[in-house]
């Protein structure tokens, strides 16, 4: 299988690369820690993948996107890309980032103009290869703006509602669009919080991720106890919910 990892140094990302990895397969990684990323590499072709191609790129430089791509497009050659999955993100401030734009712009530009950057650059090479899977981890925190992150929540709510639309246009040519949307996950993002029973492994995470992909699935809530907790605070009236300090 060719996998294009985007983020590749996320906790998430490099699990779900471990994953793949033990199942032989063909990984190009874009991440921008170069040492982080050559660690990576090592650790993968231990583990068993069978070509393993690496590009360092801030996320934040879309003009470097294209090349990114083009980059792994040219790695893959004939064979095309099976999955791609993009990862990278921010978890802001939220307090530092409701009184200063610049850094709201930046923090939205991390979790979501990135990605539909990566997307414009990516979606027509899908279209045109005619197979393949646009697999996007967005966040249960993009279902409705929370008092205390709504910043992070608005950019990861732009990207699944461009992934709805992407995923019908692309459906005729026979390429799938997933949004992940995993819930609190253990990871180097949210190292300052406390963890409870709603805390997953980035391990887990991958795992539920590859499930995933092999059903092809649309919209992905990880674990899938989360589809239930996201539907009862959509329920909750505005009147309400707009009280609520969490
Ligand atoms: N952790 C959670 O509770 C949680 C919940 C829902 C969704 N998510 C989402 O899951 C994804 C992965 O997060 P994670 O939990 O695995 O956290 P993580 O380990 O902290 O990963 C975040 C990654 O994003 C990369 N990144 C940030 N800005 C970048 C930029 N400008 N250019 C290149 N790379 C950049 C970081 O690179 P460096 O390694 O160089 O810093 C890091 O590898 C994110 O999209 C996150 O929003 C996480």
Redesign the pocket.
């Known amino acids: 299988m060719n996998i294009l990892v985007i983020?590749a140094?996320?906790?998430?990302?490099t699990a779900v690369a471990k994953r793949y990895s033990e199942r032989q397969a063909c990984l190009f990684l874009i991440?921008?820690?170069v040492s982080?990323l050559e660690l990576l590499r090592q650790d993968l072709k231990v583990r068993g993948a069978t070509r393993i191609g690496t590009h360092v790129?801030?996320?934040?430089d879309h003009e470097k996107h294209e090349a990114a791509i083009d980059a792994a497009i040219q790695f893959f050659g004939d064979a095309g890309i099976d999955l791609a999955l993009i990862?990278?993100?921010?978890?802001p401030d939220q307090k530092a980032v409701e009184k200063d734009f610049e850094l709201a712009q930046r923090e939205i530009d991390?979790?979501g103009l990135?990605t539909v950057s990566l997307l414009i650059r990516l979606a027509p090479h899908f279209e045109q290869q005619g197979h393949g899977l646009l697999a996007i981890?967005?966040?249960?925190?993009g279902d409705r703006g929370r008092q205390t992150n709504f910043v992070y929540g608005a950019a990861?709510a732009l990207v699944s509602t461009y992934l709805q639309g992407l995923r019908g246009k692309l459906l005729p040519s026979g390429v799938h669009v997933m949004d992940i949307r995993?819930?609190?996950?253990d990871?180097?993002?949210?190292q300052q919080f406390e963890k409870g029973l709603l805390w997953s492994s980035?391990e887990l995470v991958a795992e539920h991720i590859e499930k995933a992909v092999r059903r092809k699935r649309d919209t992905v809530y990880i674990p899938g106890y989360w589809r239930l907790i996201m539907a009862v605070v959509r329920s909750i009236p505005e009147a309400v919910f707009k009280r609520l300090k969490f």
Request: hydrophobic share 40%; aromatic share 0%.
């Open positions: 983020g140094s996320s906790a998430i990302a991440a921008r820690n982080r790129l801030d996320l934040l990862c990278h993100g921010s978890l991390t979790n990135s981890v967005t966040s249960v925190a990861k995993p819930g609190l996950v990871s180097p993002m949210t980035p």
